[in-house]
């Protein structure tokens, strides 16, 4: 806690490998189709208090490669705070990494038997050649010397790609799963003392094996055994594979007898996913964009393949596989559409359904029996009706690295009666066209809904983008609404927010009234800025006739520019001094303004330097009359009432704030400073060429000369400020 006048809070941490943490404090909903939790599946979250004490993050079995982190404080108040007025509660957190590694990992050749003897947990590690399918592991020759609950072969294997093995529950050893990267075996269970598992490698990094004994010592052997893919999967062309499939079904019809033929199309017409072979693997080639976030996949041409169109066969699923680059690929969404052709028009008795599973590192998870992939992020589209022929995911802030895509097409049949439930049948066709759109975007296609806009943030080094939501909507998107404003609570905002501008209007007349041609001019321009300003800004349909960033600095600039020309008319100063006072005022007010529009500084020097001239020339009056000045009359009904509203307004602007009542008290903002300059705003100086107007004996203040000096209209500094009510009106001949 580097605030000192700042409390103990809580600091929320969020880490992550590959990409930045997909944060949700407030338990928003996410947009439709949003898919999270699809990477690594390392997120891990922590509350740290500021009160200097350290906190630990204990990530087992970490994910190699980069590793990100965010922490932030959640405001409760939401106040709007006046930059260099307020001073914000900062924090800073020192990180150190402190890394305990296994010993002795013992490397495993594949396809080959080891025979080892161990008392405690013992890893092991291979690496798998390019196109390994799968490595299948087995234990055999299993004996313990000390089986003291009379297991035959008491060892849990867990076996990972990419990653070490964690550390088995001992109260749950009996559950055996498989993840998308794991395998869990209790050999316990087996009554021969001989088990197996499978795991799925990761391409280029070492997958690892754990055996922990449940005895003092247990000798075993080790074989592995790689399913290698041939390297020319991918040019394999669905209707030549189909071809060569007929080709060697009709070579096992001449040679079988009656049974065995029924047993020959039994298989044939089987769904393809039962089948164990490896899929048809196509790598999608990586697009830059122009714009940053923005980039895109696409199908290296072949003959059945093109673009974002590929003609995926019916008789196994199709793999994809494509890398997410770090930096821009990770800031934004992954999006994901899926498209049948609309031409296409599947077999009379089937209905076609495809679908399609996004998995990071490792090919995703297929169960043959039901034809569903055992993954989160599924998408699937059929033939059944037009709208059902599209459907679409999003992953935000994907992970870097090795991504796949296991589409999986399944051709259904309905009984008549409706009744039961579709079964699978032999498609009728041999491919089937499927447009495939890869692409990253901020945000989501650089939108937010109605209610947010996208915008592109820098950290450091880092990039990211993110969605900023108005009107109470919450959520990634800004799709939450559950607490949105209603239609009408927006409009009393916007209103509110543009209609107090008009309070301008009687100063603009006023100041036309009296010959303030430039201060009406200002005014007028102000109220405008304003206007138009708060309309582009409004959280119900905004209106922008030209880019935000552009009002934003006309309003700023016109209200300070306000401010400085009426103090320079109450101060009364010589025309020439005037004009060249304004002009290199609103010149400084719009460099600062650029500068740092919403400092303190950006309004505060242009008044204190406009005050401090009316003062210097008040008190030069005060001298030359030996008198107060202005009158007692000007300072009661003009000065002070003016800088009282100025100074409400102010304090309000500055300190009471908040994001909930910022339409109710920059509205009684805007009222309190068109009333200030109503009240202050003078008669104007007459001219120097001493035109004798009647000037009335109104409450005000003017400059006049001293006509006792027959130089003063040579020498400006013998002019004298009087009140009005001191002069006798002079008409003239």
């Known amino acids: 806690n580097i605030s000192k006048r700042c409390s103990v809070k809580d600091l929320h941490l969020y880490m992550q490998h590959g990409s930045f943490p997909v944060v949700n404090p407030f338990n928003a909903s996410f947009p439709e189709h949003y898919v999270t939790g699809l990477g690594s599946g390392t997120l891990r979250y922590i509350t740290v208090r500021t009160d200097e004490q350290p906190r630990y993050i204990n990530v087992t079995s970490p994910v190699p490669g980069g590793w990100f982190a965010v922490s932030f404080f959640i405001d409760s108040d939401e106040r709007i705070l006046q930059k260099n007025l307020h001073t914000p509660c900062k924090a800073m957190i020192s990180g150190m990494f402190n890394a305990r590694l296994a010993n002795n990992v013992r490397v495993l050749l594949l396809d080959q038997s080891s025979t080892h003897s161990i008392r ?183 003959e059945f393949s093109s673009n974002s169109s590929i003609n995926i066969t019916t008789m196994s699923p199709t793999l994809l596989t494509f890398n997410v680059v770090q930096g821009t690929g990770t800031g934004g969404t992954l999006s994901l559409r899926l498209v049948i052709d609309p031409h296409h028009e599947g077999p009379s008795l089937a209905e076609l359904t495809v679908r399609a599973a996004l998995s990071y590192g490792t090919r995703p998870k297929l169960d043959p029996a039901t034809g569903t992939w055992l993954t989160k992020g599924v998408v699937e589209v059929n033939t ?145 800025a304003s206007t138009f300003y708060h309309m582009c800004d409004a959280e119900l349909s905004p209106l922008c006739v030209v880019p935000l960033e552009v009002l934003q600095f006309w309003d700023f600039m016109l209200a300070i520019a306000a401010f400085w020309i009426t103090l320079l008319a109450i101060a009364k100063v010589p025309e020439k001094v005037r004009s060249v006072s304004a002009t290199l005022g609103v010149l400084a007010i719009a460099a600062v303004v650029q500068y740092d529009r919403t400092s303190l500084a950006a309004f505060a020097l242009p008044v204190t330097v406009g005050i401090s001239i009316v003062l210097i020339s008040w008190a030069r009056q005060c001298y030359a009359l030996r008198t107060c000045y202005p009158h007692r009359c000007v300072w009661l009904l003009s000065i002070t009432p003016g800088f009282l509203l100025t100074g409400t307004g102010a304090a309000l602007y500055a300190f009471f704030e908040t994001r909930s009542n910022y339409a109710y008290v920059h509205s009684a903002w805007h009222v309190f400073a068109g009333l200030a300059l109503l009240c202050v705003l003078s008669r104007r100086q007459p001219e120097a060429s001493g035109s004798d107007g009647n000037t009335g004996k109104m409450c005000s203040y003017i400059a006049v000369v001293d006509g006792s000096n027959p130089n003063s209209a040579a020498e400006p500094a013998a002019e004298r400020l009087v009140p009005t009510t001191d002069i006798e009106s002079n008409t003239g001949p």
């Open 120 to 302: 405690r947990v013992t890893y092991f590690r291979f690496m798998s050649p390019k196109h390994a399918w799968n490595v299948n592991f087995s234990v055999t020759h299993c004996s313990a010397t000390d089986d003291a609950e009379g297991e035959l072969c008491p060892l849990i294997i867990h076996a990972t790609s990419g990653v070490l093995p964690e550390k088995f529950n001992k109260s749950n050893i009996n559950h055996s799963f498989a993840l998308a990267n794991s395998c869990l075996v209790d050999c316990s269970n087996s009554s021969s003392g001989h088990c197996t598992g499978s795991v799925v490698p990761t391409p280029n990094v070492w997958s690892y094996i754990s055996i922990s004994p449940r005895s003092h010592v247990v000798n075993f052997t080790l074989t592995t055994k790689s399913t290698v893919c041939s390297d020319d999967i991918e040019n394999v062309s669905p209707m030549r594979a189909k071809q060569k499939q007929k080709v060697h079904l009709l070579q096992q019809m001449l040679s079988s007898t009656g049974s065995e033929i029924r047993s020959v199309l039994k298989n044939y017409i089987a769904p393809s996913t039962s089948r164990n072979m490896c899929w048809p693997t196509f790598a999608l080639q990586y697009v830059d964009k122009w714009s940053v976030f923005e980039y895109g996949y696409q199908f290296l041409d072949t």
């Open 384 to 528: 059944s009706r037009a709208e059902f022929r599209s459907g679409q995911l999003h992953v935000p802030f994907p992970e870097s690295g090795l991504w796949y895509l296991g589409i999986l097409p399944l051709c259904t049949s309905h009984h008549k009666d409706n009744r039961s439930d579709p079964e699978h049948v032999a498609c009728g066709v041999d491919h089937v066209p499927l447009e495939v759109h890869l692409n990253g975007t901020p945000c989501l296609n650089m939108e937010c809904g109605k209610f947010g806009t996208c915008f592109q943030y820098q950290s450091d080094s880092f990039l990211y983008s993110c969605c900023i939501c108005r009107a109470g909507y919450r959520g990634w998107g800004c799709s939450d609404d559950r607490k949105a404003l209603g239609h009408t609570d927006l409009l009393i905002r916007l209103l509110l927010l543009t209609l107090s501008n008009l309070v301008m209007i009687p100063a603009m007349v006023l100041a036309y009234v009296r010959h303030h041609y430039l201060e009406c001019v200002v005014y007028t321009a102000a109220m405008l």
